[in-house]
């Protein structure tokens, strides 16, 4: 069974800070690629966040870069997507998936041999 749960969605003013947590149920994590990805109202989903097993394997869609941060601790079985200086068109459902033999870009660019999905948190930036 691949399970994923995100957690960590909210209300957030412009420009505030927003870390969001994606753990595993019933796998381990150290062995997959992983992805945060979202979808705002009337948007496509996007990928905006990837990191692969491989040291230092990180890709950034140009909507986020600079202001986002992705990062994994295998132990916990949890990957984690630091958000800073959020704007409202960061408004969108977000969720994270996996992949097991991706590298970063691939994933968020392409994302066709993605195996598990979380059910999504939502965030909202509003002032």
């Known amino acids: 069974q691949l399970q994923l749960v995100e957690s960590g969605g909210g209300l957030v003013q412009p420009g505030g800070s927003l870390m969001l947590s994606c753990t595993t149920s019933?796998?381990?994590?150290?062995?997959?690629?992983v992805g945060w990805f979202r979808q705002a109202p009337g948007a496509v989903r996007e990928g905006i966040a990837c990191?692969?097993?491989?040291?230092?394997?990180?890709f950034y869609s140009d909507s986020v870069l600079g202001r986002f941060g992705i990062s994994r601790d295998n132990a916990k079985n949890t990957a984690y997507l630091h958000m800073n200086n959020l704007r409202p068109e960061d408004t969108a459902i977000y969720y994270c998936?996996?992949?097991?033999?991706?590298?970063?870009?691939?994933?968020?660019?392409?994302?066709?041999?993605?195996?598990?999905w979380g059910k999504g948190t939502q965030v909202t930036v509003s002032s």
């Open positions: 998936a996996v992949e097991r033999y991706s590298y970063a870009q691939a994933m968020c660019i392409i994302g066709n041999d993605i195996e598990a």
């Open positions: 990191i692969s097993k491989r040291t230092g394997d990180t």
């Open positions: 019933g796998f381990s994590l150290a062995e997959w690629t």
